[in-house]
């Protein structure tokens, strides 16, 4: 019996130290609230669902108490505002918070075992995880700005996380498609190699577009560079590479992204604007079809 009194108490205590903790949180009369445990300033108010790509653009846009370098807040900084004490929801509401929803919220830090999905934190449960996160899911947001506390890393996020690059013929080469890579993180992201990866590697091309090199140090704070690639297919058919970034992230230290294109041999004779294939087209397509015309046309 007075086993169980002293687990009460010190369940007691628990909670108490806790309350304490989120004590850490001034709610500012700009509709902000600063935690004074990470130097981390929150908006006040939740934004509504959105999916992940234009939660990143919200936040990156928004312009409130007179800042306008919010951000999308990365796994861990948002996981720092969760009271585990509460649930429905599970944070202080009465005070700091008092418009959370007992939902998903999105952080801006990728799965690194697969790049459309991102981590969350949901506000009725406390659960912290990638359980329904495609990217494409409308979640709720809450935007948070760089502080200098325990929490600061980098937070790298790549778009788009996929990228086909379509039909190219073969022997020729596509135009270069631009890659952008951001740091979502409140310290210097630094990049130490991009490579491409995979049996058709070799067909894909990776430039240093407004990067300035492939082995860039981003600064925090959302600011990006983009990469550029391209196809140049040697061979008929669907071709992929993957493009392996490999950084000090915390969370994701390497983040892949897919490539694809497909491989083409261009038709012979003539195609009008509208694309039509003419009679002569459509003699090649047959002969090429029975083996009767090589692969390109002379």
């Known amino acids: 019996m007075r086993k169980i009194f002293l687990i009460m108490i010190l369940s007691i205590f628990v909670l108490f130290l806790s309350k304490i903790a989120f004590s850490a949180f001034?709610?500012?009369?700009?509709?902000?609230?600063?935690d004074t445990e990470t130097s981390l300033m929150w908006q006040q108010e939740t934004a509504g669902g959105r999916d992940w790509e234009a939660s990143l653009n919200y936040c990156e846009s928004l312009n409130l108490a007179g800042y306008d370098d919010w951000r999308l807040p990365n796994r861990n900084e948002l996981q720092s505002i969760v009271d585990y004490t509460n649930y429905n929801p599970a944070i202080d509401d009465t005070t700091a918070f008092p418009d959370t929803q007992s939902s998903n919220y999105?952080?801006?830090?990728?799965?690194?075992?697969?790049?459309?999905?991102?981590w969350h934190v949901n506000f009725y449960n406390r659960y912290v995880g990638v359980g329904d996160s495609v990217k494409t899911s409308p979640f709720y947001v809450r935007a948070v700005r760089s502080g200098h506390g325990p929490l600061d890393y980098s937070d790298i996020s790549v778009s788009p996380g996929t990228y086909d690059l379509g039909n190219v013929n073969v022997g020729s080469a596509s135009s270069a498609q631009s890659l952008t890579i951001t740091n979502n993180g409140t310290k210097d992201l630094v990049i130490s190699s991009m490579v491409l990866t995979g049996e058709d590697s070799s067909m894909f091309d990776l430039i240093a577009g407004t990067c300035p090199n492939l082995t860039p140090t981003i600064a925090q704070g959302g600011i990006s560079c983009a990469v550029l690639v391209t196809f140049s297919p040697t061979s008929e058919g669907i071709k992929s590479a993957t493009l392996e970034i490999t950084s000090d992230d915390p969370d994701t230290p390497i983040l892949n992204v897919s490539l694809s294109g497909t491989g083409i041999v261009p038709l012979c004779g003539d195609v009008d604007k509208n694309g039509v294939v003419d009679i002569f087209d459509a003699l090649k397509i047959a002969e090429y079809d029975a083996g009767l015309i090589p692969d390109v046309c002379e």
């Open 26 to 34: 001034v709610v500012n009369s700009d509709g902000t609230v600063t």
């Open 106 to 118: 999105w952080s801006s830090t990728t799965y690194a075992a697969d790049n459309v999905i991102a």
